[in-house]
């Protein structure tokens, strides 16, 4: 373990109030806060309490008065529509200043919430820097999410505008986002004053309604808006993910401990400079995407990329590695996903050798585990450290990983290395001590968190505290289970819980379950995470029928259709079989990890709370003779 990275963990665990002061005083804060951290009543933490800024000034007009306004700030790059684009810091200030003006007028203020549905454009940056400008509280919906899904957070947060687009592009599929708004708006019970849809004309489907505006006659251009300076724990934006019930949890980050952290782990996990060019290829629907494609490059100054297309078939394997080059990246953050598909397609690298990439220097890894034959074709394909790093939307920026910053060590494949400063990780076992070498457990972290990481759920602080607060008293609760080796390395096992990873999406089954329970000729149904060899995980569905279903074809295309429509494509639902009964305690709770390890092909130990161990031969028998054949 190298000293730099050790001297500076060991700052940041033994004192955290100095060490992150430090971080703090390198942003520009309209008002400097003199504390570092106050504890909440249920233990959370609140960083830099006195602290006043505004996030969208300090990712541009910082800039621009440092005289850097002229340097590229969105690098856009969409192979499915043909255009690439770039916005200096003037130009996106300019920009973000044209629709906050827009929303100013229409009276939106500090404290107000908006949702922005929208694909991969400048435009989703914009609206993002926009609410940040005036203090409105964004939370972006992933355009993979259907109606249903946009209703649910539109209940929950409570949205007075919601900015969206006539369509998002799939490959080459045209996907309606306006209906689905519309579809959203009439499901929910909260209906928002109004809708603005950026027109980017490639719809012949986009109603437009008394309520809705046309994005290009909202905004107004030419207008300076000053940004609204609003205390370190208000809040920035809201980010709903997949928890353990079919209820997705808003997570609420707030704007002071959000910078700090964010500008902390450009320079020190990412190693890089103003100037220099990021690409996290992910959406901004995700918190990878509100991290590192929006506030985390420019909270430091570099220019980001933001891509609209796939790593393959847009229009080949060989477009990440066009990227690289053309657009000089110097780090870029993926999912192991997204490179194993590039490898099935170029098993060689052939792609890779056709591009010039001298100047990258670092390949991150996230999202999801990454397997060892993943990581060793990557090192082997692009000659330039290969990290995988953990973390989590609650966490907002890595948790686990190597810093780049302050120079690197060996890695193991399967572990994501060392904690990194500020989160003091450990493995807690079922006793609540904490575990010795190689043992595994719960991967939980020591209170208090760093800035940027979750400070509560919105709406549901009782929750936020059930959650990840009371599972293991002094700790934050990940989710996730691991061990740590007698070197060090943290490796992560997977989730404890019913949240599956699905090509680096974060799906929960329970909210699977509940969609085909509803259906009228499903008596009973267990969901759960099978692996995949490109995607990591895909859910497969058990049901047993009530005595009057059709037979199964007809009903399994219902029942996907249905998840289809409620969810949205991304959950990915392609196989359900029918079964006699499931395999349940004795208390009722029905073994969907028992079940996991059947379809799997994993070696289980037969649960001592099994009720009735036939059921799991019968299962078993079935998989042998039928399914896997
Ligand atoms: N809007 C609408 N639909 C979307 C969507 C979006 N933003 N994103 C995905 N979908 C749809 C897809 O079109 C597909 O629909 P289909 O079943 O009708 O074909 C479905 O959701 C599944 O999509 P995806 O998971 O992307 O699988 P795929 O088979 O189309 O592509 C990969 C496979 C590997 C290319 C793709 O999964 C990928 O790029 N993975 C990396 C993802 C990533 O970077 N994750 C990290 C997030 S931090
Ligand atoms: P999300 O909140 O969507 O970012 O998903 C977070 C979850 O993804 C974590 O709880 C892990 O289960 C998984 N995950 C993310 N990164 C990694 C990684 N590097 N290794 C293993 N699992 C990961």
């Not at 504390?35 to 621009?64: Q, V, Y």
């Amino acid at each position: 373990m190298n000293t730099s990275y050790r001297n500076a963990f060991n700052k940041s665990i033994e004192n955290p109030a100095n060490f992150w002061l430090e971080q703090a005083y390198k942003l520009n804060w309209t008002k400097p806060p003199t504390e570092a951290l106050r504890f909440n009543d249920n233990g959370s933490s609140m960083w830099f309490p006195d602290g006043k800024l505004n996030t969208s000034a300090l990712c541009l007009d910082f800039h621009i008065d440092q005289g850097r306004g002229h340097e590229c700030a969105l690098i856009y790059d969409s192979p499915v529509t043909n255009t690439k684009a770039s916005y200096t810091y003037i130009a996106l200030l300019e920009e973000v200043n044209a629709l906050a003006k827009g929303m100013q007028e229409m009276g939106l203020k500090k404290g107000d919430t908006a949702i922005i549905y929208l694909p991969m454009i400048p435009q989703a940056a914009i609206a993002m820097l926009a609410c940040a400008r005036l203090g409105v509280v964004h939370s972006v919906v992933f355009g993979g999410f259907a109606p249903r899904e946009l209703a649910i957070r539109m209940d929950d947060a409570k949205p007075k505008i919601i900015i969206t687009a006539d369509a998002g592009i799939e490959v080459n599929k045209i996907i309606d986002y306006k209906p689905m708004v519309d579809e959203g708006i009439k499901l929910a019970e909260h209906k928002p004053e109004k809708v603005i849809v950026y027109n980017r004309k490639i719809s012949n489907n986009c109603p437009m309604g008394s309520t809705d505006m046309w994005w290009q006659d909202f905004h107004k251009p030419h207008h300076w808006v000053n940004p609204t300076p609003v205390l370190s724990n208000d809040p920035l934006y809201i980010l709903y993910t997949s928890g353990t019930t079919g209820l997705p949890k808003g997570i609420v980050r707030e704007n002071g401990g959000h910078a700090v952290a964010l500008r902390y782990s450009m320079e020190h996990i990412y190693g890089m400079k103003p100037g220099e060019v990021f690409w996290a290829a992910s959406d901004v629907g995700w918190v990878v995407g509100h991290s590192y494609i929006i506030y985390a490059p420019m909270l430091l100054g570099c220019t980001t990329v933001l891509f609209e297309g796939k790593p393959i078939k847009t229009p080949d394997a060989s477009t990440f590695w066009r990227i690289i080059e053309e657009h000089k990246v110097n780090t870029m953050f993926t999912a192991p996903t997204a490179i194993r598909a590039i490898r099935k397609e170029d098993p060689d690298g052939n792609f890779i050798k056709q591009h010039d990439l001298s100047h990258f220097r670092a390949q991150f890894l996230a999202g999801e585990r990454c397997d060892a034959d993943t990581l060793k074709w990557t090192q082997e394909q692009l000659g330039v450290p290969v990290i995988d790093h953990w973390w989590q939307t609650e966490s907002g920026w890595p948790m686990i990983g190597q810093c780049l910053g302050y120079g690197t060590d060996p890695v193991k494949p399967g572990s994501a290395s060392f904690p990194i400063p500020g989160y003091n990780v450990q493995i807690i076992k079922e006793d609540g001590t904490v575990a010795g070498a190689n043992e595994e457990g719960l991967v939980c972290v020591k209170l208090p968190l760093p800035p940027g990481a979750l400070a509560d759920l919105w709406n549901d602080t009782a929750r936020f505290t059930r959650g990840y607060l009371e599972p293991v008293p002094g700790y934050y609760f990940s989710g996730d289970g691991g061990y740590q080796d007698e070197e060090g390395y943290l490796f992560i096992t997977g989730r404890v819980d019913d949240v599956i990873n699905v090509a680096g999406h974060r799906l929960s089954t329970a909210e699977m379950e509940e969609v085909i329970a509803a259906h009228p000729m499903v008596a009973e149904c267990a969901c759960f995470g099978i692996h995949d060899d490109l995607k990591g995980q895909v859910p497969m569905a058990m049901i047993v029928t009530t005595h009057d279903a059709t037979e199964s074809e007809a009903l399994e295309q219902e029942l996907k259709t249905q998840i289809r429509s409620a969810i949205g494509a991304i959950a990915s639902l392609k196989t359900i079989v029918r079964v006699e009964r499931l395999p349940k305690t004795r208390s009722g709770k029905i073994l969907r990890k028992t079940l996991r390890a059947i379809v799997d092909g994993t070696p289980y130990t037969m649960p001592s709370t099994i009720d009735d161990p036939t059921i799991l031969k019968e299962i078993e028998h079935l998989f042998e003779t039928h399914i896997n054949q």
